[in-house]
């Protein structure tokens, strides 16, 4: 049988190594994936991951089980998210003047392929808590009620903004295909 994840925690948050080995074997991918659409590149993920990986030994141990883990790990991940696109704003303002701003987002672009590129594009141009509703629901299929549990807000407003983008998403297309 199978251990759940908060149990797993639970055993994890009181040292139990070979339960936090478990957790991360189980979840690495999952905490990646959001990682990279909440970040639209990829080593820029994966330096996020190894930071949440890194921190998660200590964070785990304020995990009291009042949510499902993956809900408490998405939070986790999203204020990791948060905390770094500040460090990233700080350190653009501070490059903008040499021109590094303008040479990363040449290089960024010429790396994803066109479908994905213009996703993140678009996702990069819808604000801020839609684009963390997008990248909660997008492929790791979180409900409207996991995605409002992440986020801390109403079931009934993940679903308006996911409307919202849709909409959005469709207006940005039909304005670039009429271009």
Known sequence: MKTSDEDLAMAAANGDADAFATLL????????????RLTGQAERAE???????????????????????????????????????????????????????????????AEAADAVDWLHRAMRDLPQELQDTLALTLDDELTHADAA????????????????????????RQEELAQ
């Open 47 to 109: 330096d996020l991951t190894q930071d949440i990986c890194a921190a998660l030994p200590t964070k785990i141990a304020g995990f009291r089980a009042q949510a499902k883990f993956t809900t408490w790990l998405y939070r986790v991940v999203v204020n990791a998210a948060e905390d770094a696109r500040r460090r990233h704003v700080t350190h653009d303002r501070a490059a903008a003047g040499w021109g590094d701003f303008e040479r990363m987002r040449r290089a960024e672009e």
């Open 149 to 172: 549990e992440v986020l801390g807000i109403s079931e009934g407003t993940v679903s308006w903004r996911m409307s919202e983008i849709r909409k959005r998403l469709r207006a940005m």
């Open 25 to 36: 074997a189980r979840h690495y991918d999952r905490v990646f994936r959001l990682a990279f």
